[in-house]
Every structure is written in structure tokens, then in C-alpha cells.
């Protein structure tokens, strides 16, 4: 019998409204924080945040830049590191309570443009009442300190990726991508100069890769994202992110292809499973979803998710009787 294309959508509907789930466990991670050359950096704030709730903890890194945060329950984590001087960093895990988790190396790129100016605390204040404002949904606050900030420093454009995400939330997307092209612009006009520039040409381009779907252009949004990817091919959620375009777009195909790459390259990254999961339900291949649902199970057995994908999954093996 053939697995008719219109069952995912009924699958689909099985899915269970869900409260917030506690994000705390018995998970420990560790690692070090080191600048570009390598050498440690001791008083680094590490953070961690859960993506399905306000938890978060946090830590500062000994003398040897060495840090271990415990309490954390299974699942994906956002690890972010600041320090004044520096242009803070972020990665993704996915913590497991059962086994040790493998050790983190997060790095620093000095904020040249901060570490030279008299008043750098000052400066970090700012950008982090920007910050804290704009992840409360208060964006014009958000502007107006980011605006004071960039007043007092006009020549560190990396802010312009906060004013961008700011205009981005707010909807207004000219003036969003207006930002977002300023950073490519002042990072330079090729692959090889955005590529120096990693992270603020990342952070740009997705920004306008975003920018582009808010407008429902996904071509465009695909060539921003595609882009991203090539200057940070080591870099899962460019690959997720380009899988996504082509899913909206009912490519299913092409979606499989940056799923599993993403897959490739962050093989215990339970979300890029159980999209692909979501896209091979589409596609009409129970095998595969059921092979990537349960993969998604066996990492994140905790996520808020988990019930409608294993009715999901109960679904498929009932219809494959």
C-alpha cells in the first residue's frame, strides 16, 4: 500500500499542546574559553539557556579560562560567552543526563573598537541594556540604547547587527536590511573578505536571509542563506536554515539535502532530525520519517515535542499494519 501524501497532514494534527517543561537535571558540561591566539581568558561569563524556556544558569571561567556548569536536564542548550573587550560567542549542544558530555571550547575575538576606548565599561552596559530590552520585545528602548551607543562609538558597526534584529523584530524591513548590508559592506565585496570577517558576515546574512522570508521572497532568502553556508560551511544551522527555505517552499527534495547536511556535520542535533522527520512525512516515505522521528526521540526524549511525535510515530505504525 502506498503511503498516500495527504496522511503527514493528518499526523500532523496529532501533535499536543504542551506546557513548559523543567530544563533541570543531572547534565554537567564543561570547557574553556580561549581568545584568537589561543590563550586562555580567565573571568569569561558563560551562560547557559534553554531554548524551550527561560532557564538559564551561568558561570565565570577560573584563572585558566576553565568553566563547568551541572543541573541541566537532556536536551539542546545555547551556550553564550562574554567578556568586556570582546565580541561575546554562542554554540548549540545537546546535553545528555546519562553520559559525559563532551568538552566545549568557546573563542573570543577582541572587540578592537571597545578594548580602545577609555569608558569600555560603559560601552558593554549599553550594548547589554540593548540587549536585554530587545529580548523583552521593548525595540524601540532597544534602539535608543543602541543608538546612544553607537553615538558615543561611531565606528563599531558590529552593533548594526543588534540595530538590524531590532528593525527585523519590529517589521520594519528596509531599514533592517539596510543595517544588515551595512556590516557586509564594511567587512568587504568578496567570499574571502567575508570569511575573515566569520561571524558578523554569518550574523548579516542570515539576517537578510530572514528579512527576505518575513517578505515572502524565498528565492532571495535562499541565496542569503546559501551563502552563509558557504562562508561557514562548519556551521549546522546555516545548513538547517537553507533545509527550512526549501521545506516553506515545498522543495522537499533540496530540504532533505540541507537537512541532512546539517545532520553531517552535528550528528547528536535532535531539531535537524526531527525536521527531517517532518519532511519525509511530506514527501510520503514512512520509513525514513520513522527512522528520523525516533532519532529525535533517542536524543531529546525530554523535549517539549517529544508526545506528538511519538503519536506521530504510533500513527505511521499503525497505518504501515
Not at 60 to 74: Q, V
Not at 135 to 140: S, T
Not at 161 to 185: M, P, W
Request: with cysteine.
Amino acid at each position: 500500500m502506498r503511503f498516500c501524501a495527504t496522511i503527514p497532514l493528518v499526523l500532523l494534527s496529532l501533535a499536543l499542546a504542551l506546557p513548559a517543561q523543567d530544563d533541570l537535571g543531572r547534565g554537567r558540561i564543561s570547557g574553556d574559553v580561549v581568545d584568537e591566539s589561543g590563550a586562555k581568558v580567565a573571568g569569561a561569563l558563560v551562560v547557559v539557556e534553554s531554548p524551550r524556556s527561560s532557564t538559564h544558569l551561568d558561570s565565570k571561567t577560573d584563572m585558566t579560562g576553565h568553566f563547568a556548569i551541572g543541573g541541566l536536564g537532556t536536551g539542546v542548550w545555547r551556550v553564550i560567552a562574554s567578556k568586556d573587550g570582546y565580541l561575546s560567542t554562542a554554540t548549540d549542544i545537546q546535553v545528555s543526563q546519562i553520559k559525559a558530555n563532551p568538552p566545549i571550547l568557546l573563542t573570543l575575538k577582541k572587540a578592537s573598537e571597545l578594548a580602545d576606548q577609555p569608558s569600555g565599561e560603559r560601552a558593554r552596559e549599553l550594548l547589554d541594556r540593548g540587549n536585554a530590552l530587545l529580548k523583552e520585545g521593548r525595540y524601540d528602548d532597544a534602539l535608543a540604547a543602541y543608538e546612544e551607543f553607537i553615538a558615543k562609538y561611531p565606528d563599531s558597526y558590529a552593533v548594526r547587527l543588534n540595530v538590524g534584529s531590532a528593525f527585523l523584530e519590529k517589521g520594519d524591513l528596509a531599514r533592517a536590511e539596510a543595517e544588515f548590508k551595512a556590516v557586509l559592506d564594511k567587512n568587504g565585496p568578496s567570499l574571502e573578505d567575508l570569511k575573515k570577517q566569520k561571524d558578523t558576515s554569518l550574523k548579516a546574512l542570515s539576517g537578510l536571509g530572514e528579512a527576505a522570508l518575513k517578505r515572502g521572497d524565498f528565492e532571495t532568502a535562499r541565496g542569503f542563506f546559501q551563502r552563509a553556508l558557504e562562508i561557514s560551511p562548519e556551521d549546522p544551522s546555516a545548513a538547517y536554515n537553507v533545509g527550512e527555505i526549501f521545506f516553506a517552499n515545498q522543495k522537499t527534495d533540496d530540504a532533505i539535502a540541507y537537512f541532512e547536511l546539517a545532520i553531517k556535520i552535528k550528528s547528536d542535533w535532535a531539531k535537524a532530525y526531527h525536521r527531517l522527520g517532518l519532511v519525509y512525512l511530506n514527501k510520503g516515505d514512512p520509513v525514513k520519517a520513522l527512522e528520523n522521528l525516533k532519532k529525535f526521540l533517542e536524543l531529546d526524549p525530554q523535549n517539549p515535542e517529544a508526545a506528538s511525535v511519538r503519536a506521530a510515530i504510533a500513527a505511521i505504525e499503525q497505518i504501515k499494519k
